[in-house]
């Protein structure tokens, strides 16, 4: 069985930087294309970002484009997501999940991780 946890959200100022992280045990990540999504204060899960199965391919929301890098190291089983540039408005929970394809919809992602909170302060 699958089993993904995050883990290095936290408190930060506006304008800083964060990595977030997710370890993917159970199963070896290579089979997997990636994403992370987030979820803001009393709103819907979104898409944040995803990543093919070998990194060849990376897809971003445009609310994050330019500021967030999401990677991976397969040997290590690892995904991660950089934060730069943080606004008050990227204060949510982030979650990785696993997907069947590279996707930036929810639906397509099959096992998930339990978050890990972001708070970015004005």
């Known amino acids: 069985q699958v089993q993904l946890v995050e883990s290095g959200g936290g408190l930060v100022q506006a304008g800083g930087s964060l990595r977030v992280s997710c370890v993917v045990s159970?199963?070896?990540?290579?089979?997997?294309?990636m994403g992370w999504f987030r979820r803001p204060p009393g709103k819907e899960r979104e898409f944040v970002a995803g990543?093919?199965?070998?990194?060849?391919?990376?897809q971003y929301a445009d609310s994050v484009k330019g500021r967030f890098t999401i990677s991976r190291d397969n040997a290590k089983n690892t995904v991660y997501l950089q934060m730069n540039s943080l606004k008050p408005e990227d204060t949510a929970v982030y979650y990785c999940?696993?997907?069947?394809?590279?996707?930036?919809?929810?639906?397509?992602?099959?096992?998930w991780g339990q978050g890990t909170q972001v708070t970015v302060s004005s």
């Open positions: 159970g199963r070896t990540l290579i089979t997997y294309p």
């Open positions: 999940a696993a997907a069947a394809s590279l996707s930036a919809s929810h639906h397509d992602y099959h096992t």
């Open positions: 990543i093919s199965w070998n990194g060849g391919l990376t």
